[in-house]
């Protein structure tokens, strides 16, 4: 099967950086896209950044210019570095891997999606 897990969470002052790792780990051949999610309190979950296996790369509006996403397809890990951060970038972050193509403990090849536990992230002074 496959493990997913991430680290990199914390509390950090505004203006502050941190960056999150997230590492899958079983029989993988490939994962298509590996994005970053984060959903705050009362509110919907939504797209942070997004890293296509050929390395494009998308981001929401309001961390342009601020977060950058990054993945080590050899070790299959994506990262968030996150710099200038802000208090309304607090929020639970998770890692979601798109059609992610490996073999199960039946031998048999698989094709799904899988989540992160998800890491906390505390912007505040």
């Known amino acids: 099967q496959v493990q997913v897990v991430e680290s990199g969470g914390g509390l950090v002052q505004p203006g502050g950086s941190l960056t999150l790792s997230c590492a899958a780990s079983?029989?993988?051949?490939?994962?298509?896209?590996m994005g970053w999610y984060r959903q705050a309190p009362g509110k919907e979950r939504e797209l942070v950044a997004v890293?296509?296996?050929?390395?494009?790369?998308n981001y929401a509006n309001s961390v342009k210019g601020r977060f950058t996403i990054s993945r080590n397809n050899t070790k299959n890990t994506v990262y968030l570095q996150m710099n200038s951060l802000e208090p309304k970038d607090t929020a639970v972050y998770y890692c979601k891997l798109d059609q992610v193509y490996y073999r199960n403990y039946e031998g048999r090849t698989r094709r799904y999606d899988f989540w992160g536990q998800g890491t906390q992230v505390t912007v505040s002074s």
């Open positions: 079983g029989n993988i051949f490939s994962i298509a896209a």
């Open positions: 890293i296509t296996s050929g390395g494009s790369t």
